[in-house]
């Protein structure tokens, strides 16, 4: 039996800890915050599950993560179709027909690819070599004055053209009349929110949560105590910034309850001007169609901000500098046997919630070979 500390309560150390229990180890989970499930924390209010750290869609191709989530909880048949306010103009996100359609007039799929060949020119032979020429080249320049520069720029607080290119290959360009954001075979929301999952993963009599804990006001005590440490929270920090500082993307939540029953008709729309200063104003009902209280609805506004130590570092900014200076800590990472580093911090990376979870199941295969 080994005695597990894992740090921090979100998807990649409950995952762990919800595995390593089953086969008879000991866990003890500290969290920061003063609740466990990390950013995928939803709370009830009026009868409607508030996503409190932005909207979070569940979606994958792979199918033992499917069912590997499927069994904490049941998913609804959300398909995620945000819509695009471009001063008042609205388009259909992710890029496609509908989009080409309302923007150019366009109807069939061979004049709008013509249309953004002929945009794309701009470009000549050039390879794509940030943000701003990948976002030219796939979609032209209309719509990447429209919907992608304000919003890009807001979101990273940098010029797209010293952004790296593969931020935008996440979304994908379809010369079809299909509006769901995400290409993955499974895609959904769980009914009753995502608490109840991370609940489920710790719910094991061999671990222990404690929440409003901070690893770092015992760093070494806890290190000497437990045979092994997962730590998910930033490697820098836990290296005491020797190498320098990573760069972090925070951001500020503004919820709100409204006397309505529907106030924007759709779980997510994105501001994609430079000036209004949020990217994302997302109404929580419209995630589970319209449930909780007819009366009332509730919003979010999702705010980008600069990070500086102590706030929150909701993205890492997955740039040449940044990775390089990631990769000399997870060399020196090296240096620390006893701990593994996993997770959106602990691995510096843009890890989606299925990304998360497979990375958490490899750490346990790993673990479970000594
Ligand atoms: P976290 O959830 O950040 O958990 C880390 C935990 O460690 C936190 O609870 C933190 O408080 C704690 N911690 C840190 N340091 C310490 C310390 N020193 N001591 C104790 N505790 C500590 N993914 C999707 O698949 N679909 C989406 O639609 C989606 N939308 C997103 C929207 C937003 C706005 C954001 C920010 C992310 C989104 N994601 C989405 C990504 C998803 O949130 C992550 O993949 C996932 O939550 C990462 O889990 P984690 O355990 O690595 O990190
Ligand atoms: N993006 C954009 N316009 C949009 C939506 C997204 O320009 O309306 C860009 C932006 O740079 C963003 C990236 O695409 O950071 C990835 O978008 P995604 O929706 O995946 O962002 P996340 O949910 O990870 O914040």
Redesign the pocket.
């Known amino acids: 039996m080994t005695n597990y500390l894992v740090?921090?309560?979100?998807?990649?150390?409950?995952?762990f800890a919800y595995e390593v229990a089953k086969r008879g180890n000991r866990v003890k989970v500290?969290?920061?915050?003063d609740h466990?499930?990390?950013?995928?924390?939803t709370k009830e209010v009026d009868g409607i599950q508030v996503?409190q750290?932005?909207?979070?869609?569940?979606?994958?191709s792979n199918k033992e993560i499917w069912e590997y989530i499927n069994q904490f909880a049941e998913f609804n048949r959300y398909t995620?179709s945000p819509v695009a306010n471009y001063k008042g103009e609205i388009y259909n996100l992710p890029f496609n027909m509908n989009t080409f359609n309302k923007l150019w007039g366009v109807v069939t799929p061979a004049e709008a690819q013509a249309k953004i060949d002929e945009q794309r020119q701009v470009l000549g032979d050039k390879k794509p070599e940030n943000l701003e020429e990948q976002a030219i080249s796939l979609i032209g320049t209309d719509i990447y004055q429209k919907l992608i520069k304000g919003y890009t720029e807001k979101q990273w607080g940098q010029k797209a053209t010293e952004l790296p290119a593969f931020i935008i290959r996440r979304l994908p360009v379809r010369l079809t009349y299909d509006n769901n954001y995400f290409n993955d075979t499974y895609q959904g929301i769980p009914i009753g929110g995502y608490t109840q999952i991370i609940e489920k993963m710790l719910a094991s009599d061999l671990i222990d949560v404690e929440t409003g804990?901070?690893?770092?006001d015992q760093k070494q005590e806890y290190i000497d105590q437990y045979d092994k440490v997962i730590?998910?929270?930033?490697i820098d920090?836990f290296f005491d910034y020797q190498l320098g500082e990573l760069e972090y993307r925070s951001?500020r939540f503004e919820t709100e309850e409204m006397d309505v029953d529907n106030y924007q008709g759709n779980a997510v729309v994105n501001y994609t001007d430079a000036e209004t200063p949020y990217t994302?104003l997302i109404e929580h009902k419209h995630f589970e169609f319209g449930k909780g209280d007819k009366n009332k609805t509730i919003v979010t506004k999702?705010y980008p901000a600069n990070w500086s130590r102590g706030d929150?570092?909701?993205?890492p900014i997955n740039n040449d500098k940044n990775n390089r200076l990631y990769k000399a800590y997870r060399d020196l990472a090296q240096t620390e046997p006893k701990v593994v580093f996993?997770?959106?911090?602990?691995?510096y990376r843009?890890?989606?919630?299925?990304?998360?979870i497979h990375a958490?199941l490899q750490v346990v295969k790993d673990e479970l070979k000594d």
């Open positions: 740090v921090g309560s979100g998807l990649f150390g409950s995952t500290i969290e920061k915050r466990i499930a990390g950013n995928i924390y996503h750290y932005g909207a979070h869609i569940f979606h994958t995620n804990v901070d690893f770092f730590f998910t929270g930033m920090q951001l994302r999702e929150e570092p909701y993205y996993g997770g959106r911090l602990g691995q843009y890890y989606d919630m299925h990304q998360v958490a």
